[in-house]
C-alpha cells in the first residue's frame, strides 16, 4: 500500500538502482579475480635457445641491475639454470605502499620499456598474487594452451596466433613456452673406420655424452644447500 501511495519516489529510487548497477557494471574490472598489489613482482627470463649458461648469467645480472636500480624496488633475487639453460626467475619485493606512489602495475610498465632495451633476452613481469590459477608455471597472468595430435601443425599454428595475440592492444608481453629453434648438429658415424680402429658404437656416445650432454656425476652436499656436478668439455 505504502508503494503503491508514493509510485513516484519509488519510481526514482528504481531510475537510480538501475543507473548505479550501469555504472558498477562499466566501473569495475573485467577480471576474473581483481588484480592485487601484494608488493611482490615476479618475473620469468626467456633467452636464446642455443646461449650458453655463462651467456645467460650475465642476461640475468644485467636485468637485475636495471631493475634494482628502480626508486620503487626494495629488494631483487633471481636464478638460471634447471631443465633449461636459456629461462630464468626473478622475484622482486618493492618498497612498502606508503612509501611509493605507483601501483605495482604501473612499476611493470615503467620497467618493461627499460628491460626492452637488453638484447637476446626478455623479462615478462607480473605481479604476485594471493589466488593463483593455472595449471602450471607461466610467464604471463593468462595462458592459452594448445593441443594438437599433430606436432607439424602444432608447430605451424604457435607462432601464427603468437603473432596475431601480440597484435591485441589490450595484451602486453606475449610469450610461448615452445622451444624448437635451438642450435644443433647431426652426426654420422664412419662405422667402417670405427670398426677398422677397434671404437664400437657405445663409446663414441658415452665420450659425446661426457663432452657434451652435461652429465651429472656427482652431488656436493652443503649444511644448507646441495650442488649437482656436472661433466663438461
Do not use: C
Amino acid at each position: 500500500k505504502w508503494v503503491l501511495n508514493h509510485t513516484r519516489l519509488v519510481g526514482v529510487v528504481l531510475l537510480g538502482t538501475i543507473a548505479l548497477n550501469i555504472w558498477l557494471y562499466i566501473s569495475i574490472p573485467k577480471t576474473f579475480f581483481p588484480e592485487q598489489d601484494t608488493g611482490v613482482l615476479m618475473g620469468g627470463i626467456q633467452a636464446d635457445q642455443s646461449i650458453s649458461f655463462q651467456a645467460m648469467r650475465g642476461k640475468l645480472q644485467d636485468f637485475m641491475k636495471i631493475i634494482r636500480d628502480d626508486p620503487a624496488v626494495d629488494n631483487v633475487t633471481g636464478f638460471t639454470g634447471g631443465s633449461r639453460v636459456n629461462s630464468g626467475m626473478m622475484f622482486i619485493t618493492l618498497k612498502p605502499r606508503g612509501e611509493r606512489s605507483e601501483t605495482a602495475q604501473q612499476i611493470i610498465d615503467r620497467l618493461r620499456k627499460k628491460l626492452a632495451k637488453e638484447p637476446g633476452a626478455n623479462l615478462f613481469l607480473m605481479a604476485v598474487q594471493d589466488i593463483r590459477v593455472g595449471g602450471r608455471q607461466a610467464n604471463a597472468s593468462y595462458q592459452y594452451t594448445l593441443l594438437s595430435d599433430d606436432l607439424a601443425a602444432l608447430r605451424e599454428w604457435e607462432p601464427k596466433i603468437r603473432k596475431k595475440l601480440a597484435t591485441l592492444p589490450e595484451l602486453a608481453d606475449v610469450n610461448s613456452d615452445q622451444e624448437d629453434n635451438g642450435a644443433e648438429m647431426n652426426l654420422i658415424y664412419d662405422r667402417d673406420t670405427m670398426a677398422r680402429l677397434g671404437i664400437d658404437v657405445q663409446a663414441a656416445n658415452s665420450l659425446l655424452n661426457n663432452a657434451f650432454g652435461q652429465r651429472q656425476i656427482s652431488t656436493i652436499y652443503q649444511p644448507m644447500n646441495q650442488y649437482k656436478v656436472v661433466m663438461e668439455v
